[in-house]
């Protein structure tokens, strides 16, 4: 049964990131190289691809480097509180900001409502002790601290930066950098509280 659930989970995050792709193809306004870094710019992309394939490894049981990083104590924990983040930021920043259609709208809520709630229900489900040592969920934040570096850097180069709150050039450094604390702070936050949540999941499903 839980093969089920990460066989539709990896299903609807590829379709999603698959779809996604194609639309920013279709729409591009720039060349298709420049289009294809844009893409993988986005955080949103990258979360849900790591979501994908955590999905993709947890049902096939690919163990082989470097996969089974995902597969890790805490990494399931980590990415849930990802890709929380990323429908949050969304559903609070982005979406009054523009109003997709068609396609790009099925997308959207894919990748920022469906997938992050898919993934919370997952892990609620399926977290177990060894998912919850804050120490090794903690670890994971290098991964949007190198996201954040390279964002800042190839903007600072190209003058692109994927989300209107880390356009430096529009808004200056320290608006950006203050948009990072508080993004960051959320991310510290779902981290210990899903830590600390997962603890009481685990202990009421130990006692039915």
Not at 9 to 25: E, T
Not at 37 to 44: A, D, E, H, Q, V
Not at 97 to 108: N, S
Not at 128 to 139: R, S
Request: aromatic letters at 14%.
């Amino acid at each position: 049964m839980k093969h089920k659930f990460e066989i539709l989970g990896l299903c609807i995050a590829w379709f999603a990131i698959l779809a996604q792709f194609v639309v920013m193809v279709q729409n591009r306004q720039a060349e298709m190289l420049e289009t294809i870094l844009r893409f993988f710019g986005f955080f949103t992309i990258q979360t849900n691809i790591l979501v994908a394939l955590f999905f993709t490894v947890s049902a096939f049981n690919i163990t082989r480097p470097p996969f089974k990083v995902l597969l890790t104590k805490g990494s399931i924990t980590a990415l849930t509180a990802f890709i929380l983040i990323v429908g949050s930021v969304y559903q609070i920043v982005l979406r009054s900001i523009w109003e997709p259609t068609g396609l790009q709208y099925v997308v959207d809520e894919l990748l920022h409502t469906v997938i992050p709630l898919y993934m919370l229900g997952y892990w609620i489900f399926n977290v177990e002790k060894q998912d919850l040592p804050l120490k090794k969920v903690l670890n994971w934040l290098l991964y949007p601290l190198i996201y954040l570096v390279f964002v800042i850097a190839r903007g600072s180069l190209s003058g692109f930066y994927p989300y209107p709150f880390l356009n430096i050039d529009e808004i200056g450094f320290e608006k950006a950098l203050g948009n990072i604390a508080i993004i960051f702070v959320l991310a510290l936050v779902l981290l210990a509280t899903l830590s600390w949540g997962g603890k009481i999941i685990i202990k009421n499903r130990s006692t039915k």
